[in-house]
């Protein structure tokens, strides 16, 4: 039987077991980084106590973010932080403060990740890493407290789909638009324990933040992971952090798929996935008449430099809406200082934003931006499900920083093509 070439993540998890492996395998490997966040770190170290786990096998290969109720929002919050530093000064691990950022960020700035590793996390969105050629996905607490205690986990081999972007976007129309698409297409189980391998012409003049959207909205797809071949946009990525991009991994031309998925990305419009589930997709042109009180531009989805900058074209010289909240929230503090450089908060606060210091409060409901019974928000976040935002009560579409930002100004979903100059 003549032999057929691997995908991505078929190579990664080959070259963590030492033989070759396949879709459907089960293996037990290495792990090469590992995450934990404070939101789950309180189930994660319940687990630890439960097996008398007093030492990390991880010390030097894992990091403990503050970033869900960060500043913390009441006393259970506070006593937990305290613990989790505690901990992290006893195992020597690193440490991410409040206000240093959004775990997702921080491990992509912080050159944690490297081409072909596997990574793991306490979050369901670890998946972004993928975007630096990695396999990355989350995991529970008690799967986290082994991780912690031995190095090591199983998985199965996840089968791949093949995600070909082709052609240019268009004006006002964002990478967010493109996760958005996929979502229509695959719906949130079409992809349930599978790789979103991206490829296609599309994907080449968009840049590793614009990527990251993609591979961060996998799992709502129900993926395992998403994941890029290494390319010259990932090792600019990694030339810019001083790191060489060594070890980067590529698919065979051979390699079998379970399924191919096309997104022509030239034939695209600004998209709204509308609650409450993200998968609801609609072009924005079709909501015009939708009423908000709350806009959101931030999250471990679009919370990066170049959606700030986004917004800042639209929203520059303009006010929000009378009646909406406007909040802007950077995606890490290394983020949040080039915004100052580029007086892109300036933009905001002028406007009648409210800009809030890095983390995930607003986006998961903790706090900074609870909505009210019967209010509606359009938001850059990942997932619109009921309650997400802290309240069951109110609705939550989804879409790109450019229709966020159009539609704050405007009191109402926006088509953002209107906001932005001829040369897009």
């Not at 081999?157 to 268009?170: R, Y």
């Not at 599309?202 to 799992?219: C, D, F, H, K, P």
Request: aromatic share 6%; with cysteine; glycine share 10%.
């Amino acid at each position: 039987m003549t032999a057929v070439g691997q995908t991505i993540v078929e190579k990664v998890f080959s070259s963590k077991a030492g033989k070759e492996v396949r879709a459907g395998d089960f293996i037990d490997v290495e792990i090469d980084y590992a995450m934990c966040h404070d939101s789950n770190l309180a189930f994660v170290m319940k687990a630890l106590e439960k097996i008398g786990c007093k030492e990390t096998a991880m010390s030097n290969k894992l990091a403990f973010i503050l970033d869900h109720s960060a500043p913390c929002s009441n006393e259970v919050a506070a006593n937990l932080h305290r613990q989790i530093r505690n901990l992290a000064q006893q195992w020597q691990v690193n440490l991410h403060d409040v206000g240093e950022g959004i775990c997702h960020q921080l491990m992509l700035e912080s050159g944690y990740i490297r081409p072909g590793m596997v990574v793991v996390g306490t979050d369901s969105h670890t998946c972004t890493y993928g975007v630096l050629n990695a396999f990355s996905t989350g995991i529970g607490s008690t799967e986290m407290a082994a991780v912690l205690t031995q190095g090591r986990l199983w998985f199965k081999v996840p089968e791949s789909i093949k995600v070909v972007i082709t052609g240019g976007l268009p004006k006002g129309v964002y990478s967010k638009d493109i996760a958005l698409d996929l979502l229509r297409q695959l719906g949130t189980e079409g992809a349930n324990y599978m790789a979103l391998e991206y490829a296609g012409d599309g994907i080449t003049n968009l840049s590793v933040e614009e990527r990251a959207t993609l591979t961060n909205m996998a799992v709502e797809m129900g993926a395992k992971t998403g994941i890029f071949a290494i390319d010259e946009q990932v090792r600019k990525w990694y030339a810019d952090l001083g790191l060489n991009a060594n070890g980067g991994v590529n698919p065979d031309a051979d390699a079998i798929y379970c399924k191919k998925v096309e997104v022509r990305a030239e034939n695209l419009e600004p998209l709204v996935a509308c609650p409450h589930s993200p998968d609801q997709v609609k072009p924005a042109t079709g909501l015009r008449e939708i009423k908000i009180q709350q806009a959101y531009i931030g999250t471990c989805t679009n919370g990066r430099l170049k959606d700030l900058q986004v917004a800042a074209r639209i929203i520059k010289g303009r006010r929000v809406a009378r009646g909406v909240r406007l909040i802007i929230q950077p995606a890490s503090r290394k983020i949040y200082q080039a915004a100052l450089r580029e007086n892109l908060i300036d933009v905001f606060v002028a406007a009648g934003a409210i800009v809030l210091p890095p983390g995930c409060g607003p986006c998961v409901g903790t706090h900074m931006g609870v909505p009210a019974d019967g209010e509606v928000v359009i938001s850059t976040a990942n997932r619109n499900f009921k309650g997400r935002m802290g309240n069951k009560n109110a609705s939550i579409y989804l879409s790109s920083p450019a229709t966020v930002a159009a539609s704050a100004i405007t009191g109402k979903i926006a088509d953002p093509r209107n906001f932005l100059p001829e040369e897009g």
